[in-house]
């Protein structure tokens, strides 16, 4: 197994400033941004003592494929993808919002179900729906965008009410996320898959929205296999899926939701080696390509040479 990026720590020539997120390392550098995917893992919005080999690399490549694929739709941040692990594009004022979208009741939306919310977001849910029921019509659960600790539910009439998107941007934000749910389902279909649910991110570039960030990966989206979910709902079986609700699934079974005073627990080598084997899974599955390891000897000195090629 290769070793795994667990951060960076770079100083390129007319850098300004350098963000860590959960997962990505963010340099600004003059006026473009440069998006480093590293093996950082997170769930319940608490980032894993463990890193994931590859996942930077997976999560990098399919949202680079999908930006690609639904440039049509929306313009996207992207000018170019030097790495693996890498992309470098515009730097967009982010809108403070993150842009959920489910077709299916399931994962987040399932358990304030389950709890016996029946308006989630703003957004009326009818009685008598099953853990992972298709839905009618996808439906749009905003989600705020924090830096750290937990994103919290919000609906249409509190964003534009607040001042946080204007009500015409908002629209149109909308109006995307529709088009490119559409887009990313039938792409799926062709897969064997299912795109229950997943988020898009959006952002400002001189008056222009345009899709950042990444798109219809294991970290944002959720799929199922499409060829047994039909039988498994009917038996009121957990579904067969790609995503990163397996690694939320062995936390919760472990005792940790992200709650205050929960420990995260020991994440053992077979934990971490079989959730890598499951993010080059899904990148196989939904691309339909061989996934390449890239097994560099020096992965970051890799990483800082293509950057500086392209700056």
């Known amino acids: 197994m290769s070793e795994a990026i667990k951060s960076t720590n770079f100083e390129f020539f007319g850098q300004l400033s350098k963000y860590s997120g959960k997962v990505r390392d963010v340099y600004i550098v003059r006026d473009r941004l440069v998006m480093i995917a590293t093996d950082r893992i997170s769930a319940f919005d608490v980032i894993l003592p463990e890193a994931i080999p590859y996942k930077g690399q997976v999560l990098n ?48 939306a399932w358990r304030e179900y389950r709890s016996g919310k029946r308006v989630l977001c703003g957004v009326p849910l009818p009685e008598g729906l099953n853990e992972n029921d298709k839905l009618s019509n996808p439906i749009i659960t905003p989600t705020t965008k924090a830096h750290e600790g937990h994103d919290e539910d919000i609906s249409r009439e509190e964003i534009i009410g607040q001042g946080l998107v204007s009500e015409v941007d908002y629209e149109q934000l909308e109006a995307y996320t529709l088009a490119l749910f559409d887009r990313g389902t039938t792409y799926a279909q062709e897969k064997g898959l299912i795109l229950v649910d997943t988020k898009y991110e959006f952002g400002n570039y001189d008056g222009e929205i345009r899709l950042i960030d990444e798109i219809h990966t294991p970290d944002s989206s959720r799929y199922f296999y499409a060829d047994t979910y039909e039988e498994l709902q009917k038996d009121g079986q957990p579904q067969r899926q790609l995503s990163k609700e397996f690694v939320r699934q062995w936390l919760i079974s472990n005792g940790f939701q992200g709650q205050a005073g929960q420990e995260v627990p020991v994440m053992s080598p077979e934990v971490v080696n079989d959730i890598s084997n499951r993010y080059i899974e899904l990148f196989e599955k939904i691309t ?22 392209v700056l």
């Open 288 to 309: 339909g390509e061989p996934f390449i390891k890239d097994d560099s000897s020096s992965k970051e000195e890799r990483i800082r040479m293509n950057i500086e090629k």
């Open 61 to 108: 490549q399919i949202a680079a494929k999908f930006l690609a694929l639904t440039s049509d739709i929306v313009p996207n941040w992207v000018i170019e993808v030097p790495d693996p692990n890498v992309t470098v594009g515009l730097k967009c004022t982010p809108y403070p919002v993150e842009m959920v979208i489910r077709g299916y009741l399931a994962g987040h």
